[in-house]
């Protein structure tokens, strides 16, 4: 079984499977909407100059995190990089 890494992991460029989501209440209810399921690819498009937030491509749409959030979205291990 491949091992699991926080979305807030991902280099930049590089895209990953989603594994699972620890975060519950209406923040992990707004993520679980826009797309960041189980098995969903993501990838890392943009980070501000700080670091944060960055920018994700998710479901054909580009979602801007935190890092406090990222960090509970789970990726599998192994990401592609371009």
Do not use: N, W
């Not at 209440?25 to 990838?43: K, S, Y």
């Not at 501000?48 to 801007?64: F, K, N, T, W």
């Amino acid at each position: 079984m491949a091992s699991k890494h926080a979305l807030s992991e991902l280099p930049l460029g590089c895209k990953a499977e989603v594994a699972y989501m620890d975060l519950s209440g209406p923040m992990g209810q707004r993520l679980l909407d826009i797309g960041f399921t189980a098995g969903t690819e993501v990838a890392c498009l943009y980070a501000a100059p700080s670091g944060e937030p960055r920018a994700y491509l998710v479901r054909g749409a580009v979602i801007a995190l935190r890092e406090e959030d990222a960090a509970h979205i789970c990726i599998l291990e192994g990401p592609t990089c371009e």
